[in-house]
């Protein structure tokens, strides 16, 4: 059972910050979240609030929500009562280590220290604190609040209790974590994700289609049973002979360079930076742009009601 009512502190009130501090404000527990910008930290409460009215939530549970989330204008002020502190500030690595190093001068030795990355090696953000065995990643993705996956990862140096503690809280939270028991590069999700982008990105590269058949062929067949169909699953499924003999066939042919792509780094090169920038991989309006924005937004608050039922 965990217990309500616990301290939690979110240092970082942008895009991943204000959507870990609703979903804990959501599930019962007082949050103190911080932010060296003050334009981040004023705006925190309207950001949760248009972000839970977004995901269709009532008006009282809101006000709820926001009544459980103190704002302060300081790390050390935000950790000092803290039983766990949750890190979402940038993907830098000389900033993280700072953040950790102030937390660990503020916060209790007993709270559990938590950073929020998505690739960065969570044994080196926490080489440089003294009681390194409280401290873990954990991966939320993004809308924070709204998918449901979050993955802890464990150093060498993680208490195993700890992480459990962590994996309870999360799932209380109403989130789905999964344990990582090593600290790797992307862990298991964007190992997983870009291993199919790099295909993705060749299939362009060498002519074989263009980038729409590629989005097309991925929604349109194996992508609607990925929610409730895992690449496993579905090997045990179909049974692993056949897997294996399409592995025999396929897997010499597929794409192995082990550093980005050249076209991916010459669309970069070129100012080619996707929607933000009119052209990626392929060619946005802003109108178009929005209404990828607006699908997703649509399709995540569905996948979040049939959840509930």
């Given at each position: 059972m965990v217990a309500k009512k616990q301290q939690m502190a979110v240092i970082g009130a942008g895009?991943?910050?204000?959507?870990?501090?609703?979903?804990?404000?959501?599930?019962?527990?007082?949050v103190a979240i911080t932010d060296p910008v003050k334009e981040a930290r004023?705006?925190?409460?309207?950001?949760?609030?248009?972000?839970m009215e977004a995901m269709g939530i009532s008006e009282s549970e809101i006000t709820r929500a926001l009544k459980m989330v103190e704002i302060f204008d300081?790390?050390?002020?935000?950790?000092?009562?803290?039983?766990?502190?949750?890190?979402?500030?940038?993907?830098?690595?000389?900033?993280?280590?700072?953040?950790?190093?102030?937390?660990?001068?503020?916060?209790?030795?007993?709270?559990?220290?938590?950073?929020?990355?998505?690739?960065?090696p969570i044994t080196e953000i926490m080489?440089?604190?003294?009681?390194?065995?409280?401290?873990?990643?954990?991966?939320?993705?993004?809308?924070?609040?709204?998918?449901?996956?979050?993955?802890?990862?464990?150093?060498?140096?993680?208490?195993p209790e700890v992480a459990q503690r962590m994996v309870d809280l999360l799932a209380d939270a109403g989130k789905t974590p999964v344990m990582v028991e090593k600290d790797v590069p992307g862990f298991i999700g964007n190992r997983l994700q870009h291993a199919l982008w790099r295909e993705?990105?060749?299939?362009?590269?060498?002519?074989?289609?263009?980038?729409?058949?590629?989005?097309?062929?991925?929604?349109?067949?194996?992508?609607?049973?990925l929610a409730v169909l895992g690449p496993?699953?579905?090997?045990?499924?179909?049974?692993?002979?056949?897997?294996l003999d399409i592995h025999e066939n396929v897997l010499a042919d597929l794409e192995t360079r082990r550093g980005p792509s050249p076209y991916l780094r010459s669309l970069v090169e070129t100012g080619k930076l996707g929607m933000k920038s009119g052209e990626g991989f392929r060619t946005w309006t802003d109108a178009e742009a929005e209404a990828v924005r607006a699908r997703v937004a649509s399709h995540l608050r569905k996948l979040e009601g049939i959840q509930e039922t």
């Open positions: 895009l991943m910050g204000h959507g870990i501090a609703l979903t804990l404000a959501r599930a019962g527990h007082y004023d705006g925190v409460a309207a950001r949760i609030r248009q972000s300081s790390t050390a002020a935000a950790v000092r009562r803290a039983d766990v502190v949750f890190e979402a500030a940038p993907e830098k690595m000389a900033l993280k280590q700072a953040i950790f190093a102030e937390v660990e001068a503020h916060a209790p030795e007993t709270c559990i220290l938590a950073s929020n990355t998505s690739v960065m080489s440089g604190l003294r009681l390194k065995a409280r401290a873990l990643g954990t991966h939320w993705w993004n809308p924070p609040h709204m998918i449901p996956l979050v993955e802890v990862i464990k150093t060498a140096w993680t208490d993705a990105i060749s299939l362009v590269e060498n002519g074989i289609c263009d980038a729409e058949a590629v989005d097309t062929v991925i929604k349109a067949s194996f992508g609607r049973r496993l699953e579905n090997a045990d499924l179909v049974g692993t002979d056949l897997t």
